[in-house]
């Protein structure tokens, strides 16, 4: 038996490394990003640093969409569908609050704005997770998120996001059971809370924008992937770094292009991914 466990490495790809971030629409503020990724990896890598060769290649379809409630107060929803030669079609979504209580200038020193935010994260679709092309690990997830960010007065930002992720998805009987046939004393673990850790560095212009980022995930629990060992998805514990960067470019300030790119560089199960995406952005 050979599971592709790349369902685990999927950190957050809807929108690169989540779908919150330290700006605010501003009130009637409607925008809509429609993006396709191209990911690949010739390796996964378990516990301990044990790496197993698993290639994986597909395509992820994703839609974002954040409106501006209020001039401090959005709501974010995210929609994602990977196309493989095993399985593709909808897979996870997401829905989210951020909300800013404070932004403060500093003088010279620019301007720091605080953001709070909460949603989340289910399953839109029935798949596999243990196939090939699987997004997610089908996890219910409820993120809470504190984002802190720095303005400089040429433009330049610093945004570190810090999260926790309360897991409240169940494990099935009927897939217990079918782990059972093979493994008659299997005893699955508990779907693990998790927290997550971003830094970036962008700059915003009329025309442009450009960041670069480094993002922590950290699972303390779970079990752990072993080849040919029959195992639930929903049960591993995922952690990774990953680092990645985005350009986008606008003439007009309401229809833009973007182009994003992420690499996981180390983790416990996960498969350790390239990603390139190219999207729009829409502003209505």
């Not at 990724?37 to 994703?62: D, I, R, V």
Request: overall charge neutral.
């Amino acid at each position: 038996m050979r599971y592709l466990l790349f369902c685990c490495f999927f950190p957050s790809l809807l929108a690169a490394q989540g779908p919150i971030d330290g700006y605010m629409k501003g009130k009637g503020v409607l925008d809509l990003a429609p993006s396709f990724s191209f990911n690949k990896a010739k390796t996964f890598e378990g516990a301990g640093g044990n790496k197993f060769e698993e290639p994986y290649k597909g395509q992820m379809l994703s839609i974002f969409a954040e409106y501006g409630v209020t001039n401090n107060f959005d709501l974010v929803a995210t929609a994602a569908a990977v196309f493989t030669p095993i399985q593709s079609g909808l897979q996870d979504g997401g829905l989210f609050a951020k909300y800013r209580p404070l932004y403060a200038s500093l003088g010279k020193a620019g301007n720091f704005g605080v953001v709070l935010s909460a949603g989340a994260g289910f399953p839109i679709g029935s798949y596999e997770p243990t196939a090939t092309g699987a997004l997610g690990q089908r996890a219910v997830t409820v993120p809470g998120r504190l984002i802190v960010q720095w303005d400089s007065p040429i433009g330049l930002f610093l945004n570190v996001t810090g999260g926790y992720h309360f897991r409240l998805d169940d494990l099935k009987t009927q897939d217990i059971e079918q782990i059972r046939q093979t493994r008659p004393t299997y005893e699955p673990e508990t779907p693990q809370d998790f927290s997550t850790l971003l830094v970036k560095i962008g700059f915003p212009a009329k025309h442009y924008y450009l960041d670069g980022w480094i993002e922590w995930q950290h699972t303390q629990g779970g079990s752990d992937y072993m080849p040919n060992v029959p195992d639930l998805a929903q049960a591993y514990g995922v952690s990774y770094t990953q680092i990645g960067g985005t350009a986008y470019y606008s003439d007009n300030g309401r229809t833009g292009f973007f182009l994003s790119g992420g690499y996981i560089l180390s983790g416990r199960n996960t498969g350790l991914i390239q990603r390139i995406t190219l999207g729009m952005v829409f502003k209505v």
